[in-house]
């Protein structure tokens, strides 16, 4: 069964920290699609990146960053210099293989950014 | 561009009643989602569509129903709510039907308490 793991439940910085989230996955499959999106405290859901299991290559978008290891199942969300606008739920999920075009979604890490 | 529009944005409803919760999207997708999200579990897929005519069980269809006559609506059905139906629920879509590739474009969602 594919799985989505987000071990921090919450994290709480202070502005122009960095902060790092976890997103473990589980999957039998060796095709398949990670996903983050974000959830700010306006409650709609917004789609940030896709990466496919074939392409490991690290992406970098302003202060984001994505690091994607298959050899640790992991896919872990880099944000620098975190501002306020940053607070908000993010989600990782899991999408093929097996499960087909159902998404399988973490729990969620919600951050707090302190200014 | 209005992408996808759900109604109500929030409603209080007794226990043992009905209602059934809207959702419109105007970008032609083929695919069409139904979650609910709930504290500490993420999004969970209740329903979904591959294409008009149409529907599947998600992750957690009990005591939910769904139709899509049509390419862009996709209605959500309680028969008769009970509290443990309270949450958020969100309408999504996907460009193509099976696309593991897609992100999801999300509704604005709907609050449901079940008293």
């Known amino acids: 069964a594919q799985k989505v793991t987000q071990a921090q439940t919450e994290i709480s910085v202070v502005e122009k920290e960095d902060v790092t989230l976890d997103c473990v996955y589980e999957?039998?499959?060796?095709?398949?699609?990670l996903f983050w999106y974000k959830q700010p405290p306006s409650g709609e859901l917004v789609f940030l990146i896709r990466?496919?299991?074939?392409?490991?290559q690290n992406e970098i978008s302003g202060r984001y960053s994505w690091n994607f290891q298959k050899s640790t199942s992991s896919f872990n969300f880099t944000i620098t210099a975190s501002q306020v606008v940053d607070s908000a739920v993010y989600f990782c999920?899991?999408?093929?293989?097996?499960?087909?075009?159902?998404?399988?979604f973490g729990a969620g890490t919600r951050l707090f950014v302190k200014a | 561009t209005a992408g996808i529009t759900q109604a109500p944005t929030s409603q209080i409803l007794a226990a043992g009643r009905s209602m059934t919760l809207r959702c419109t999207q105007d970008?032609?997708?083929?695919?069409m989602y139904w979650y609910r999200q709930d504290l500490g579990l993420g999004l969970r897929l209740i329903h979904y569509?591959?294409?008009?005519?149409?529907?599947g069980k998600g992750e957690v269809p009990d005591g939910y129903s769904v139709s899509r006559a049509n390419t862009d609506d996709f209605p959500l059905t309680l028969a008769s709510a009970v509290p443990s139906q309270t949450s958020v629920y969100f309408c999504?879509?996907?460009?193509?039907?099976?696309?593991?590739?897609?992100?999801?474009?999300f509704g604005p969602g709907t609050r449901l308490t079940v008293l």
């Open positions: 569509s591959n294409t008009a005519g149409t529907t």
């Open positions: 999957t039998r499959d060796t095709t398949y699609y």
């Open positions: 999504a879509s996907t460009p193509t039907s099976g696309g593991a590739t897609d992100e999801q474009f």
């Open positions: 990466r496919n299991s074939f392409d490991e």
């Open positions: 999920a899991l999408q093929g293989g097996t499960g087909g075009f159902k998404t399988i």
């Open positions: 970008m032609r997708h083929n695919a």
